[in-house]
Nanobody, 124 residues
């Protein structure tokens, strides 16, 4: 069993930055790929970023590429999402998730464990 906890969300003005953290307890997070997703009211859950278990490969959704950076700290069993140049359209609840085994990096259904989410609100 893996328990995930996100933190770092909040209210920020457009153009600002936030860094989200996803910490894990229970079974180690270190050997599993991690993904970040977001969901705005009335919209489907959207892939934001993903990172391989080794940290060597990263993936980004089109709407955030060049502005967001995903990383992981193996000893701390923590993943980070650095978000720069935030826009009001980035407002959503952000979730981290762990993928056990194969499946699509961008498909939420491929992920087995999820955090409770953290709210990010970007004002004009």
């Amino acid at each position: 069993q893996v328990q995930l906890v996100e933190s770092g969300g909040g209210l920020v003005q457009a153009g600002g930055s936030l860094r989200l953290s996803c910490s894990a307890s229970g079974r180690t997070l270190s050997t599993y790929p991690v993904g970040w997703f977001r969901q705005a009211p009335g919209k489907a859950r959207e892939f934001v970023a993903g990172i391989s278990w080794s940290g060597e490969r990263t993936y980004y959704g089109r709407s955030v590429e060049g502005r967001f950076t995903i990383s992981r700290d193996m000893p701390k069993a923590t993943s980070y999402l650095q978000m720069n140049s935030l826009e009001p359209e980035d407002t959503a609840v952000y979730y981290c998730a762990v993928r056990i085994g194969g499946g699509s990096v961008v498909d939420p259904l491929s992920y087995h464990y999820w955090g409770q989410g953290t709210q990010v609100t970007v004002s004009e």
